[in-house]
């Protein structure tokens, strides 16, 4: 006989409470386990977000050179040597920048040959032309001897027979007909060899007033400051900071500015995705990265006809000018900023987190607690901001919707 021993009560309880549990933690909902959000009623601003940097609108260059620019200089870039630091406050006519002086130097070398050469081929043409000159001289003195010695024999002839008297005849016509052609080709020549030696003279004095140039810019490479301020670097043709050991020139002048701290913008790119949404005058809230407690208000004054190329984001966007009401802070230009762009205001409105919002094809769609089941509820929405969606139809204030797609649902789509 077997013998059965009876298990204790409080056993048996216990073991109804684990089987409780289990088919709990089976067939509950799967809500529990999903964090949810309430839907709101609350003031809700539709935003377009830039990111930007703090500029002047006023602001004085600090450039290369005159001299650099001209063009008969050829010197196309020169090297930045020595740059004073960003941030620095100057006075007028203080030490800016130093730029390489090698290029300059190598073409007072060059400019200095070239006039060696100038004034020899000068000097040839002069002499060519004293040596060509005479030689026509001599050439037409001899022809006004054989000129009065045809003339002789015209004034002999008259004693002598007609054919003899026509023949001196026309030996004098002869001799005049030479004597104009000999003077008019030493008048060309005489033409010929003044143009030459004024063009040898003009290359001459051309490349002596190139030297000159040349060695007025060699003292012209110290750049210094045309008024008092503070110096902020400027920017290269790709669009970053000039510095030591960068190149400028007449193609890229530009080595600083001297802003005029009471004319500051924040100077905003806006894809051209949402570009179409911003107009001038929309306010603006703008949260500089050097003070980020603070929230700064702005308006929108100008916004680019013509967009441009956005670095690492494979689609264009244009330059927004938003006005800035510093507050009394110490704003400075190439501050870093944030800009919400108010396109549209609403006093109140139904609004879910971004989060809680996903899409299915052409549909947006919130995943709702009803009970202790969740349903999958077809929403249309009417705008965002950063934050939050603003819902036209689909929930009610009140409601409760999961910020996360349940793993149920994300079966059912895999199916």
Not at 195 to 202: G, W
Not at 271 to 281: H, L, N, P, T, Y
Not at 319 to 335: A, N, R, Y
Request: aromatic letters at 6%; one cysteine or more; a positive charge.
């Amino acid at each position: 006989m077997i013998k059965i021993n009876k298990i204790p009560k409080v056993y048996g309880f216990a073991g109804l409470g684990v089987l409780v549990l289990i088919i709990a933690f089976v067939f509950w909902p799967s809500t529990l386990t999903y964090d949810t959000a309430e839907v709101e009623s609350i003031p809700f601003n539709m935003e377009v977000i830039g990111e930007g940097e703090v500029q002047a609108l006023k602001y004085e260059q600090i450039l290369i050179p005159e001299l650099l620019k001209r063009r008969e200089l050829r010197i196309w870039d020169v090297k930045i040597t020595n740059l004073i630091g960003e941030g620095t406050k100057v006075k007028k006519g203080d030490f800016v920048a130093s730029l390489d002086p090698s290029g300059v130097e190598d073409r007072i070398r060059k400019s200095l040959e070239k006039i060696d050469e100038y004034e020899n081929t000068l000097e040839s043409a002069i002499l060519d032309s004293t040596i060509v000159l005479m030689e026509k001289r001599e050439d037409i003195v001899n022809t006004l001897d054989n000129l009065e010695e045809c003339k002789i024999r015209v004034e002999q002839s008259k004693y002598e027979s007609r054919a003899t008297q026509r023949q001196a005849n026309i030996a004098l016509e002869k001799a005049q007909l030479d004597i104009n052609t000999k003077k008019r080709n030493y008048e060309k020549e005489t033409q010929r060899q003044k143009v030459k030696i004024s063009r040898a003279n003009k290359r001459l004095n051309s490349e002596r007033e190139v030297q000159g140039l040349l060695q007025a810019l060699k003292k012209q490479l110290r750049v210094v400051s045309p008024s008092s301020g503070m110096v902020v670097y400027g920017k290269s043709w790709r669009g970053n900071k000039i510095k030591v050991n960068d190149h400028v020139g007449p193609w890229m002048p530009l080595i600083a500015t001297i802003p005029d701290l009471n004319s500051l913008v924040s100077e905003v790119i806006v894809k051209e995705i949402d570009i179409a949404k911003v107009q001038i005058g929309q306010k603006v809230r703008i949260v500089i990265d050097a003070f980020p407690d603070d929230l700064f208000d702005g308006e929108i004054k100008n916004i680019a006809n013509i967009g441009q190329p956005i670095k690492g984001a494979g689609m264009n966007g244009f330059k927004v000018i938003v006005e800035l009401e510093t507050k009394g802070k110490k704003i400075l230009p190439s501050m870093t900023t944030t800009n919400n762009i108010v396109i549209a205001s609403f006093e109140k409105e139904l609004v879910v987190p971004r989060m809680a919002v996903f899409t299915e094809g052409d549909t947006q769609i919130v995943f709702k607690k009803k009970g202790t089941s969740v349903v999958k509820q077809v929403i249309q929405t009417g705008g965002e901001n950063e934050t939050h969606i603003r819902i036209v139809s689909g929930l009610q204030n009140g409601d409760q919707v999961l910020l996360s797609r349940p793993k149920s649902f994300q079966e059912e789509t895999l199916m």
